[in-house]
């Protein structure tokens, strides 16, 4: 069986598609596409066009990279090795197997006008937020491109789609925003971020060790951080929270 790339897009559902590319020994393209199931029915050949490019495309699109695969030629998936692709169902109760070295996100913008700049306003507080623990930690700057795109597109007053990834050169940071945008769930705008093996990362950072152990972090290390942030509630100091109480003895 010939090998594919798999690539999945998640509706604000839930639900998802998959779309799959291959470039055969003549130089022509085939893709597949379906409902993400262990069977993608559909197909297309093309030519004059090569597979990085319409890989581009989708990606542009929201399409986030899975894995290699084998499909044979009624659209039966496997994996390398004739190992079985786990049901999609069953993902996320399963550990990964997977080493993650990168994240891909994925922002889809329909808000209006208001919540459009309710939303820039956040990003641009978080950002400060960010900049400040960072200096603090003596740590270099990222220079991770999603940080431009996303300021400049927040200040317009139009619907936008953008996307792409954090290597783990750009450090924690670019996650760490995004994650706070994913969990503020402005109406109207959605936030995918995925692990190289295709697991939807959560917004739910103390459930997320497999990313933190990605930057060589845990919760404790960043947790002022993950509270300005509003990812962590803060924690209450009892002393502090006692100290203007006054004692009553009955």
Not at 33 to 58: C, F, V
Not at 83 to 90: G, K
Request: proline content about 4%.
């Amino acid at each position: 069986m010939a090998v594919w790339s798999l690539f999945r897009y998640r509706h604000r559902d839930g639900s998802s598609k998959d779309w799959a590319v291959t470039t055969n020994a003549d130089g022509s393209i085939s893709t597949r596409w379906g409902k993400t199931a262990l069977r993608l029915p559909s197909i297309n050949t093309r030519t004059e066009i090569r597979q990085h490019d319409i890989e581009r495309q989708k990606q542009a699109k929201g399409y986030v990279f899975v894995g290699e695969v084998e499909i044979d030629t009624d659209g039966n998936i496997s994996l390398p090795q004739s190992a079985p692709i786990a049901d999609p169902a069953s993902v996320h109760s399963q550990t990964p197997s997977v080493t993650v070295d990168k994240l891909y996100w994925h922002v889809d913008c329909r808000a209006g006008p208001n919540t459009l700049l309710d939303m820039g306003f956040a990003l641009r507080r978080w950002l400060g937020d960010l900049e400040a623990w960072s200096q603090a930690q003596g740590c270099a700057a990222s220079d991770w491109p999603g940080w431009q795109r996303l300021v400049d597109v927040s200040l317009g007053d139009e619907t936008f789609d953008l996307s792409g990834q954090i290597d783990l050169e750009h450090g924690l940071l670019p996650w760490l925003w995004l994650m706070a945008l994913k969990h503020a769930a402005f109406p109207g705008v959605l936030v995918g971020i995925a692990t190289e093996n295709g697991r939807d990362v959560s917004a739910d950072l103390k459930a997320e060790t497999e990313v933190l152990a990605l930057f060589d972090t845990d919760v404790e290390a960043i947790r002022p951080l993950a509270e300005s942030l509003g990812l962590l509630k803060p924690r209450l100091d009892l002393a502090l929270a006692m100290a203007d109480q006054t004692d009553h003895w009955f």
